[in-house]
C-alpha cells in the first residue's frame, strides 16, 4: 500500500467505514468531471458513477461528484449491512463497501465472497477479493493492485 494512500486512512479512520471507502475509492477510481465510456462500454462519470442519470455532454462539478459518491456508497454499505451475517470492523466495512462499488451488489450477493463470510471465513472471504481482477477478461493492474488494498483492510488482525 502506497504511503499517502495509508496516511489518507489513517486520517478517515476518525471516521465511519463509508468515510474510509470514500477514500479508497477516489484513490482507485481517480475523478473525470466529464462522462466517458468505460471498459464495458457504460457511461461513466466523476468516481466510476454509472446509471441511467449520468448525461452524456454534461461536465459534473466537484460537488455534483461528491454527492453521487456518497450517494453511491451509502447504496453499496446497505448492501453490506443487509447481505453481511458476522461481525465486522469499520475497515472489513470499508473494503467491502469499496468491493461492492466496483463489482456491484448483485455480483456481490451470488459470490463466493460472501457465502464464505457468512460461513464465519473471513479470511478466505478475504482472499476472495483477489479473484475479482479482471475488465472485459484480462487481468486489469489496477484491479490487482485495488483488490490488494481492500484484502489488507479485509484480512483479520
Same mark, same amino acid.
Given at each position: 500500500?502506497?504511503?499517502?494512500?495509508?496516511? &489518507?486512512?489513517?486520517?478517515?479512520?476518525?471516521?465511519?467505514?463509508?468515510?474510509?471507502?470514500?477514500?479508497?475509492?477516489?484513490?482507485?477510481?481517480?475523478?473525470?468531471?466529464?462522462?466517458?465510456?468505460?471498459?464495458?462500454?457504460?457511461?461513466?462519470? @466523476?468516481?466510476?458513477?454509472?446509471?441511467?442519470?449520468?448525461?452524456?455532454?454534461? &461536465?459534473?462539478? $466537484?460537488?455534483?461528484?461528491?454527492?453521487?459518491?456518497? +450517494?453511491?456508497? *451509502?447504496?453499496?454499505?446497505?448492501?453490506?449491512?443487509?447481505?453481511?451475517?458476522?461481525?465486522?470492523?469499520?475497515?472489513?466495512?470499508?473494503?467491502?463497501?469499496?468491493?461492492?462499488? !466496483?463489482?456491484?451488489?448483485?455480483?456481490?450477493? +451470488?459470490?463466493?465472497?460472501?457465502?464464505?463470510? !457468512?460461513?464465519?471465513?473471513?479470511?478466505?472471504? @478475504?482472499?476472495?477479493?483477489?479473484?475479482? *481482477?479482471? $475488465?472485459?477478461?484480462?487481468?486489469? *493492474?489496477?484491479?490487482? !493492485?485495488?483488490?490488494?488494498?481492500?484484502?489488507?483492510?479485509?484480512?483479520?488482525?
Amino acid at each position: 500500500m502506497s504511503p499517502d494512500l495509508k496516511r &489518507r486512512l489513517v486520517t478517515a479512520m476518525a471516521g465511519s467505514a463509508v468515510a474510509i471507502a470514500a477514500v479508497l475509492v477516489q484513490w482507485h477510481e481517480g475523478m473525470m468531471h466529464k462522462p466517458y465510456k468505460d471498459g464495458g462500454d457504460v457511461l461513466t462519470v @466523476c468516481y466510476g458513477h454509472t446509471g441511467k442519470e449520468v448525461t452524456p455532454s454534461k &461536465r459534473y462539478t $466537484d460537488a455534483e461528484c461528491q454527492a453521487l459518491l456518497e +450517494r453511491d456508497l *451509502k447504496a453499496a454499505m446497505v448492501v453490506v449491512e443487509t447481505h453481511v451475517t458476522v461481525p465486522l470492523t469499520e475497515m472489513q466495512k470499508a473494503a467491502l463497501t469499496s468491493f461492492i462499488y !466496483n463489482v456491484g451488489s448483485g455480483a456481490f450477493a +451470488r459470490s463466493t465472497l460472501l457465502k464464505k463470510l !457468512n460461513a464465519g471465513d473471513m479470511r478466505g472471504a @478475504c482472499d476472495e477479493m483477489r479473484r475479482w *481482477k479482471y $475488465d472485459e477478461g484480462k487481468v486489469s *493492474k489496477g484491479l490487482v !493492485n485495488r483488490r490488494a488494498v481492500e484484502r489488507e483492510l479485509c484480512l483479520p488482525d
